[in-house]
């Protein structure tokens, strides 16, 4: 299959750029009622470090399943993938969840923060999760100066303490991007993060996301609807019924 | 790190929870509360049903034979051999007897007697024969004081007799406050005094008298009062009827009924007399140092010393001594094992409570785990595993414990320590009698604060809080994160 899109300058020469993600023969099915639902039917993708990569396809092509398999968050009924040369639905359950909690970040449609933290500690919330209670108290200070940095370049200076119920959209989606950047994971993985926002709101909040790719040359998926972003991406790569049709 | 931070924040923030917390608190503070209270009351009870007991009483088979000698009818050898043992605070013997009121000079009282249908026992009383050192106890602080001028130091030597070994006599020295014994006699020191106006030939003997019996008999200080008894004449080989009158020098109240309504008090020496000298105690008394600690083991002890030395029978058709030595426990078994299992079974029954309260908080927990289904989700994708997210839910059934439980015993101890002035309180501000002081022996309402016991029911409710929070816990760590990831 042909990729149908190779723009960026970074990815046209054939460097051999260390793989992040590779998986390899994906499947998946769901049980309703009698019948099995295979949604997944093998899918192979690949992500170099570094790379933006653009997930596109029909309403209930599989998309969101698919990367909820290569986050780790639902085991696939076969099929590997390997996370960093880990194969990450291999290893014990607290091996994963410590995967999941430093190399993996994740950005949702629908946020997904926790309503009782305020917006800097639901950045911290990782950190908070993967650190014991004495390593965070010892290095809180530094924490706290980390994750206001970060909520300050997205321009939330002001919303520190907010909760996500005093947030707009835009600025809810941008909390969790900075929580979903706090521990700097290597991958990250973007669920259609504008499409519960308008759309200047959401190229505003697109355009900060990717720029934070670029910078921090994450290896990236992101999920969308409109054509437009994916053209933004180096490689685009559609799924159809559960199968990859372009761009694998 | 989060498991914490997050459980407590789930705490404050949900109001819900103060139930959970209040649930605890309700529970720890009046299982506290009650169980003090039972305690204290089952004190008072066990002081009453004790009586007027001394905590050993030995009580020798005289004239038996043992270990090849007869057992002696004074009691001499037997008090220097208790006296030895370092346990023993004090020893005594004491000649209790069985005795009838007849007063024949007076027949408007023994009318009076003999026609009060409502209280047979009233005609009968104990005569309880003492020895009561007064020279000796009025001797100590003398030579104390000498001493002193004289810039020694005079070691207050325990007098070990009645004075030491009951608590009747102990009131006599004043020094006990709190003792529910009161004496109302001219001299405490010599209460057996008799008056001088008593004029006769061989001055009568004084007698203390039980208030009640006292106050029932509408008797005064300084009255005759004529006793009669029946004892053993060996040489006639038949009973034989003794009556003499003796003057009554004051009364004594125990506030143990049985006791204060039919016993007379007097000096030893002067009932072996009246007795016509055919006994001269019938048994010792002996206070330890450390009751609770030593009783058991002293009384088996004494049971064997004794039998060895010939001093108490302790053969075998005489079960081993265990009728001649006893505690004031064996002394009234069955009445303190009724009080016992009264005790158990109140802390079953209170202990429901405690399960009440485990129920409120696996309901709160149970909601919560279903409206956080979202949070549980998100946790887990940013790396929390199924135990940590148990363990957070389970956090929280901590903290209602903890601040429920701690509260609880603050509140419960206070409450148990100041029940009397909030009884009080109530009734003054309800108007309504809450607490009956007539009712009750006890002109207070009892209650004994047991650290041991604050300290298990609280670490109760954080069992049964950690135990009914356990199955939400459970509930929430299976949840699959992805049913709430997925939408809105
Ligand atoms: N838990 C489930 N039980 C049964 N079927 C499911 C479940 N989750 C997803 N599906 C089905 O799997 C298919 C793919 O769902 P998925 O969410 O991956 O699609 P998508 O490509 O992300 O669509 P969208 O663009 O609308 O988000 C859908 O047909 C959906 O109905
Ligand atoms: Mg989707």
Redesign the interface.
Known sequence: MEPRSRTSPRSSPPAPAEVVLAARGITKSYEIGERRLEILHGVDLELHAGELLALVGSSGAGKSTLLHCLGLLDRPDRGTVELLGVSGWDVPLVERARVRNAQVGFVFQFYHLLPELTALENVLLPAMIGESRLTFTGKKKEHRERGAALLERFGLAERMTHRPSQLSGGERQRVAMARALYLDPPLLLADEPTGNLDSATGAAVLELLLEEQRRRRLSMILVTHDEKIAQKCERVVSMKDGRIVGGG | ??R???SW??LV?RPTNLIGICGILVGVGALILILSIMTGFLEESRRTVRGTLSDVIVNPLQGESANGRTISAHPGELLTALRADERVAAATAQLAWAGVITQRDDPEMFQRILADQNNSQLLGAQIVGIDVRGLERLAQPAFAALARSMGGFWPAQPIQDELDASAFLYSLQGDEPGEPWTVAAPNPLFPFASLKSAGSARPKAGVLIGEQLFNQLRMRVGQELELGTVVWDPARDDWQMNNRKFVITGTFRTRDNETDNGRIYLDRRELADFLGQSRRYTQVLVSLKDYERDGARFTLDMRKELAERGLIAAGEDHFGGRQEVRTWEEFRGNLLGAIENERVLMGIMLSLVLVVAGFTIFAILSMMVTEKR??V??????????R?IQQLFLMIAFWDALVGGVLGAVIGTWGALEIDAIERWLSRTFGVQIFDRKVYLFDHIPSVVQPLWVGTIVLGAFVCALLFAAIPAWRAARLD??EA????
């Open positions: 790190m989060y914490s931070f997050l924040r789930y923030s979202r949070d989700g998100i946790l887990s994708a940013l790396g929390a595993t199924p940590g994160p992805l990831l997925r939408y809105e």
